[in-house]
């Protein structure tokens, strides 16, 4: 017998939710590194060497497509929550670039033998109300019968190509920003643990349904001040700023104090609301960074996986002010928390 809607929690009925459940970054590395890729045409701006958020195909001198895709599995209970999450995620990663997405098409795996159509169409109207927000069109999409339900979307956006911000262009002296707190990851698996309502972790699901349109929010001048960009996801703010420091080949120092975190967040990770990918986001960057200056818990809140996690900017630093005021009147949480300086030691992230 199928379940609908109010039958149902979605986080019981898989083992990983969300960006938690990606591959692990140092096993994801080994299995690309034995795969013979075929050559790249010269129009390929930005491919996945760099771990970057998305591809970028040049068309002409003033127009190149951004693509990616994103999917996983419930990390909340309600259907329609659960859709606007993984629309907002999937979006995301055409922000990072600097790009406007503007065509999408869905990602479904549906245990029709558990789970009632009434809950497909509740993930599809949540993703839905993202995209309208967005103004981005929905055009289709390819679903199959599984076993556990997953979601996300294909998107295609476009960025001029002297405009595209990648993980790969910050520069010395430049400002790190972050637009959203830290601390969906364990808030989410104190979830699925039944430890917190849905209504107890009300601030994170909005932050997680929160589009990351920065593109859209500030001036022409503004956007020229941010040099590059990562979105922060399962690989958890450590993973993420690493590859954009060492795609950039630069150190970022942040500045531990500064890093906004949902108030609830500390006291679940000191309960033990863990993942997986706190483990293997931890030996991801260990070899890489110096946070000698961080308790146990604010370690593990950086290596944190975050679903639908903010944008990390790197700003030019006579703008970063103005950029940030920006910011901040549709990014509450947004705030500078950290700063890039020339590679000279081995660890590319150093906290103070």
Known sequence: MTKSTGEIKLTQTVQKGGCAAKVAASELRKILAQVQFPPMDKNVLVDGGLFDDAAIYKVTDEVALVQTLDFFTPIVDTPRIFGRVAAANALSDVYAMGGIPKTAMAILAFPLAVLDNDVAVEVLQGACEILQEAGVNFVGGHSIDDDTLKFGLSVTGY??????????????GDVLILTKKLGTGTLAAGLKKGLYSEVDIEEALASMSQLNKVPTLLSAESLTAIHSATDITGFGFLGHA???????????IISSSKVPFFAEAPGSLESGNLTKA??????YVE???????????QKLLMVDPQTSGGLLLSVAADMALSVLADLQSYFKASAVVGKVVSQNATAVIVFE
């Open 242 to 252: 690493v590859q954009m420091a060492e795609a950039s080949q630069k150190k970022f």
């Open 278 to 283: 706190h483990r293997t986001n931890r030996a």
């Open 287 to 297: 070899s890489k960074i110096d946070w000698t200056a961080l308790s146990e818990t």
């Open 159 to 172: 960025v001029h190509p002297q405009k595209i911000w990648s993980n790969a262009k910050a520069k010395d």
